[in-house]
């Protein structure tokens, strides 16, 4: 593959990460005055979907992210000079 596909590969790969973590900060606007207890007081519904929000779409995000940084990064080679 050559490096330009790649680098386009890349920066679709964390244009995606940025739209998840968007998403998630859209999908907290609701709860930004919700005091989240975590299940100290059981699992409402409102914690429930916040708690699913972040584990769908921080997952998704923290994919995304490490996926455009490894194909930045190169295949990780180290070339031999000729003796």
Sequence with gaps: ????????RS?????GAVLS????YAGGIPYADYEIHYG????????????VNYLLFGTLAVGLAGG???????NGTIEE???
């Design 1 to 8: 593959m050559n490096t330009s596909t790649t680098r386009a």
């Design 11 to 15: 920066l679709l790969l964390l244009l």
């Design 21 to 24: 973590v968007g998403a998630l």
């Design 40 to 51: 100290r007081f059981g699992w409402g519904p409102f914690e429930a979907v916040f708690l």
């Design 68 to 74: 455009a940084l490894a194909g930045l990064a190169g």
């Design 81 to 83: 000079r000729p003796s």
